[in-house]
């Protein structure tokens, strides 16, 4: 079937793809982790999970009926999401918490869709994500990152050949999954020296009464147990 008619991106789009070999899997992983352990290195790819962060906290603000004003990414690797609505409540909670999970999870439900064999699905959601994230963005380096991520996703995905498909897809969601564990142990050192007084863990707490370690604890818990349970599906265990 045509691959250009409707009919024929539907069929692609939910269709399933072969599963890369295990040990491309492994070399995704150990790719992604490169990417994450070493300082320069993570010093860039930082940039990506600030995107996803970001667009945890303005997801979450759409979906609990706040105002989303605008989103910044800064080139040192921070960013901030503005929103309008009830200073308190469940909703600015929910919004607060989403940032520092948001890798994780998005990382877990890209495992589950890798586990599934939709490695077409897991793309094309990635590019709409990106693509509803890009009018949302206020600043031009903001602009430049999610668009030239948006750009990798489009190219790989229209005009690759399936393996080299699925090795982006998987070194994505382990990517992810290993990303999302690094900003909170960075949270962590950052205050303990008593950096950070306005964190998303301080602002939660300021929100819940609960202490901000709490919630810490909890960011740690979703990143952990997030890169435990992707990494199985990943693995096929």
Avoid at 41 to 53: D, E, G, K, P, Q
Wanted: hydrophobic fraction near 55%; glycine fraction near 12%.
């Amino acid at each position: 079937m045509d691959s250009t008619t409707t009919a024929g991106l539907w069929d692609r789009l939910t269709g399933i793809q072969p599963q890369p070999s295990w040990w491309l899997v492994v070399l995704t992983g150990l790719a992604a982790l490169a990417a994450v352990g070493p300082r320069p290195v993570w010093l860039l790819s930082r940039n990506a999970i600030t995107i996803a962060h970001e667009g945890g906290h303005g997801l979450l603000a759409l979906l609990t009926g706040r105002r989303l004003d605008g989103i910044r990414l800064h080139s040192d690797t921070s960013g901030v999401t503005v929103s309008s609505g009830k200073p308190t409540g469940l909703g600015m909670i929910l919004t607060a918490a989403a940032g520092y999970t948001a890798p994780s999870l998005l990382g877990l439900g890209g495992a589950a869709l890798l586990s599934a064999h939709r490695i077409t699905l897991l793309l094309w959601a990635a590019t709409a994500l990106l693509l509803a994230m890009l009018v949302m963005i206020r600043n031009a380096y903001g602009l430049l990152t999610v668009v030239l991520t948006g750009a990798a996703f489009v190219l790989v995905s229209w005009l690759a050949p399936s393996g080299v498909q699925a090795v982006f897809a998987y070194a994505v969601v382990w990517f992810l999954l290993l990303g999302g564990v690094r900003p909170v142990f960075e949270l962590q050192a950052k205050r303990r020296h008593g950096g950070a007084p306005d964190s998303d863990a301080d602002q939660l707490g300021r929100l819940t009464h609960v202490p901000a370690l709490a919630w810490l604890l909890l960011f740690h818990a979703v990143a952990l147990c997030s890169l435990i349970g992707g990494g199985r599906w990943l693995l096929g265990l």
